[in-house]
Nanobody, 124 residues
């Protein structure tokens, strides 16, 4: 089992930056990939970004590429999502997720472990 705890929720203005953190505990040695997803009211959960735990390879949704950066610090078992140039459309609950095998980058069903979510609100 892997436990995930997000932090960094906030209310910001358009154009601002915000960094989310996700601390992993438990069987972290088994993690293959960690990702960030988000869900806005009335919408399905969507992929944002992901990173492979060992090699650090990354992949981004087109809507955030160039504005968001995912990174990880293996020494503290934490993955980060640096969000720059935020826009109101980025408003959502952001979830951290992890998978212990190569189950694909973007499908939420491929991630077995989830955090509780953290609210990000961007005002115009």
């Amino acid at each position: 089992q892997v436990q995930l705890v997000e932090s960094g929720r906030g209310l910001v203005q358009a154009g601002d930056s915000l960094r989310l953190s996700c601390a992993a505990s438990g069987r972290t040695f088994s993690m293959y990939r960690m990702g960030w997803f988000r869900q806005a009211p009335g919408k399905e959960r969507e992929f944002v970004a992901a990173i492979t735990w060992s090699a650090g390879s990354t992949y981004y949704a087109a809507s955030v590429k160039g504005r968001f950066t995912i990174s990880r610090d293996k020494t503290v078992n934490t993955v980060y999502l640096q969000m720059n140039s935020l826009i109101p459309e980025d408003t959502a609950v952001y979830y951290c997720a992890a998978q212990s095998s190569n189950s694909g980058w973007v499908n939420p069903g491929g991630y077995a472990y989830w955090g509780q979510g953290t609210q990000v609100t961007v005002s115009s």
